[in-house]
């Protein structure tokens, strides 16, 4: 069945570092993939998302590209601030209509 | 302002009675779903409703119940029978955006704690 496999967690990187989360993904088709981040203690918001292959989903300085031919949907920052630090989700809309989720991989930024 | 609600956030039960969790929404979507999420997880899914007065078992749906009587509305109970019932609950909901159905937008969660 479809499945998403992300980094295990903890990360922790000081500020202005770059971050890589790798996330892959097992499907048959072309899935939807996004991300999604959740802060202490609420829920989840959508960070990102590509709905085909090379496609480049973007917000708040954050990227991940759709690569079909690795399986992959790797999120990336340029420079990161204390105030990213959360719990972050990679997942896929599966062929049975419904949100596969990895297990997260929780970031934490020191100043 | 559109979006997810869901009440209480925080709400405490003595064990062996039945508890129900609100969740209503204002985006005019027509799939609502249940998570579960036990500390340092992801996400489970509960139960799950495409239209109104229909719904489906997602993974875990021993102990739960769910209605879907309001295409606004999606509530969850834990009942008596759910063995673990201690965890932080998510509401979302989905619908229909470029043409696409996928995309799914979360309340800010119930943590229900059984003592």
């Known amino acids: 069945g479809d499945s998403v496999t992300q980094m295990e967690g903890p990360v922790t990187l000081s500020e202005e570092a770059f971050l890589t989360i790798n996330c892959t993904y097992t499907a048959t088709g072309y899935p939807s993939l996004f991300w999604y981040v959740q802060y202490p203690g609420e829920g989840l918001q959508l960070l990102l998302k590509?709905?085909?292959?090379?496609d480049k989903g973007s917000n708040k300085g954050f990227e991940a590209t759709y690569r079909k031919e690795t399986t992959s949907f790797h999120l990336e920052k340029g420079s990161v601030q204390v105030s990213d630090s959360a719990v972050y989700f990679c997942?896929?809309?599966?062929?049975?209509?419904?949100?596969?989720f990895g297990s997260g991989t929780r970031l934490s930024i020191r100043p | 302002d559109g979006g997810i609600t869901q009440s209480p956030k925080y709400l405490f039960r003595k064990e062996g009675q039945n508890v129900t969790l609100s969740c209503e929404q204002n985006l005019n979507h027509d799939a609502m779903y249940w998570y579960r999420q036990d500390p340092g997880q992801g996400l489970r899914l509960i139960y799950y409703?495409?239209?109104?007065?229909?719904?489906q078992k997602g993974d875990i749906a021993e102990g739960y119940s769910v209605s879907r009587e309001k295409k606004e509305s999606f509530p969850l109970t834990v009942t008596s029978a759910q063995k673990n019932p201690t965890a932080f609950y998510l509401c979302?909901?989905?619908?229909?955006?470029?043409?696409?159905?996928?995309?799914?937008?979360f309340g800010p969660g119930t943590r229900l704690t059984v003592l």
């Open positions: 590509a709905t085909k292959a090379d």
């Open positions: 979302a909901s989905s619908g229909r955006t470029s043409g696409r159905t996928d995309t799914q937008y």
């Open positions: 997942a896929l809309y599966s062929s049975a209509s419904k949100i596969i």
């Open positions: 409703s495409q239209i109104v007065n229909d719904f």
